[in-house]
């Protein structure tokens, strides 16, 4: 007998629900299915053990992430900035269940780093990392480290910015977004003018 597909969904809702209130560290086989109403054997037919859910969780995140960023990619349009812009508007989304899923993740990949896994592929398939970055895109680089450091701060609650801050910052980041992307990167302007 098959399980239904949506049994598979149901079961990461369940767990994703139980990160966000409890944590990942509170999260058992025994909760999902209280809170989905699947059985314990449909549980581990899907997920045999807890690090594979987790892993699950961490992947379905990212996919909701990678929609966001994509759907922000599409609004932007032709702006030269968009690939930071959409970056940045992704990190300051005002989502604060996906704030507290992330932290309720926190102390379980702080145990396992390789649950981040899915995260670091796709950062390594859409922002690779050059080590011989030309001085623009290192820049335009910065700004995404800056759009980071706004998320985790605030998903942290590490720092409170005053109010009207957390506006201001992002408008900064998105003015220099968009003249810093709008200069010509001076190495590509030298390979023009150079016929290469």
């Not at 581990?44 to 969780?57: G, M, S, V």
């Not at 990949?109 to 290192?138: G, Y």
């Not at 759009?147 to 201001?168: I, Q, S, V, Y």
């Amino acid at each position: 007998m098959t399980r239904p597909p949506k049994a598979r969904a149901k079961i990461l809702d369940a767990a994703e629900r139980i990160v966000k209130s409890h944590g990942a560290a509170k999260l058992t086989f025994e909760e999902i299915a209280a809170e989905s109403g699947v059985t314990r054997g449909g549980i581990t037919y899907h997920f045999p053990t807890k690090e594979l859910l987790l892993q699950a969780l961490v992947q379905r995140d990212v996919e909701h992430w990678s929609a966001r960023e994509a759907s922000h990619l599409a609004q932007l349009g032709d702006d030269p900035a968009a690939p930071v812009l959409a970056h940045l508007r992704s990190c300051t989304d005002d989502d604060p269940e996906r704030r507290r899923f992330v932290g309720g993740m926190l102390g379980a990949v702080a145990h396992d780093p390789s649950l981040l896994e899915p995260v670091r592929e796709f950062q390594r398939e859409n922002q690779p990392i050059a080590a011989a970055m030309s001085e623009h895109e290192l820049r335009l680089w910065v700004l995404r480290l800056a759009a980071d450091g706004l998320f985790w701060m605030e998903t942290l609650k590490c720092t409170e910015l005053p109010p009207g801050m957390r506006e201001r910052v992002i408008a900064e980041i998105e003015k220099l977004a968009r003249q810093w992307s709008g200069e010509a990167d001076p190495a590509q302007a030298a390979d023009t003018r150079q016929g290469r």
